[in-house]
């Protein structure tokens, strides 16, 4: 989408998934449970993904595999 000052890429949920690794049910839950992204949604309810969401998926898996909770990580 874009708007007169810029221009942001947004992504959809299986483009996520397929770049992160992370199943697309784990960041449905993760957003809907935890508060861990806030994706713009179009008419039809199709999630869009910033690239910031995109790293931040990165950066929660990461930790989580490293052993912190997700409900203690998804809001920082």
Same mark, same amino acid.
């Given at each position: 989408t874009s708007n007169a000052s810029h221009t942001t890429t947004l992504y959809r949920i299986g483009a996520v998934s397929k770049t992160t690794g992370i199943p697309v049910s784990t960041l449905r839950i993760w957003e809907t449970r935890y508060g861990a992204f806030s994706p713009v949604k179009t008419e039809g309810k199709q999630r869009l993904f $910033?690239?910031?969401?995109?790293?931040? $998926?990165? #950066? #929660?898996?990461?930790l989580s595999q490293n052993g912190h909770g997700i409900s203690t990580i998804a809001n920082l």
């Open positions: $910033a690239e910031h969401d995109v790293s931040k $998926a990165l #950066l #929660l898996k990461q």
